[in-house]
């Protein structure tokens, strides 16, 4: 499979993170914008805790641990779009066992939770 891969030469471009200087534009953006404001929680959550957007979404208030600043990342929300055209969630558990984990919490982190 490796080699097949490599033969057919898939130029598709790899995502980068944010750097630091970009999260500090976006979270400026985000808190002085009417119309975007509402995001600063869950952006603040997944900059901070390092968390994809079907592991924050996919969070329950029992995967919270306010008392020892924790967050238990254990299933992902995930989108599915069938052929009829019509598209649902679902609930899944990670896809590798190191996508299981507790992330700790900053305090910026603990604050947008509350």
């Known amino acids: ?16 993170a944010l750097t630091q200087p970009e999260q500090a534009l976006l979270m400026d953006f985000l808190s002085k914008s009417e119309q975007y404001r509402h995001w600063c929680p869950i952006m603040t959550v997944m900059l901070e805790a390092g968390l994809r957007v079907g592991e ?3 969070l329950r ?4 641990d306010l008392e020892n600043g924790t967050i238990d990342v254990n299933h992902t929300l995930v989108y599915y779009s069938h052929a009829n055209k019509n598209c649902c969630f ?5 896809k590798t066992a190191e996508g299981r984990r507790v992330v700790p919490m900053t305090k910026a982190v603990k604050e947008a939770f509350e």
């Open 61 to 64: 208030w029992e995967d919270i």
């Open 1 to 16: 499979m490796k080699e097949l891969k490599q033969s057919h030469n898939f130029d598709a471009e790899r995502r980068k």
């Open 90 to 94: 679902g609930v899944n558990t990670p």
């Open 56 to 58: 924050a979404t996919g």
